[in-house]
């Protein structure tokens, strides 16, 4: 179930590492709020 619009993609978005948590977040992200694992950005904002 996606409720994200796919189309709007001003905000960064991470994925655990671990867990593979996702996180939408308008900052940056060091560690996962679920386990605390590496993040990893997921997303590819144009620049
Ligand atoms: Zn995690």
Do not use: H, I, Q
């Amino acid at each position: 179930m996606f409720g994200e619009d796919p189309y709007t993609v001003e905000k960064s978005r991470y994925e655990c590492t671990d867990c593979l948590n996702r996180v939408t977040t308008d900052g940056t992200l060091g560690s996962c709020p679920d386990c605390g694992g590496r993040m990893r950005n997921v997303a590819v904002p144009r620049e």
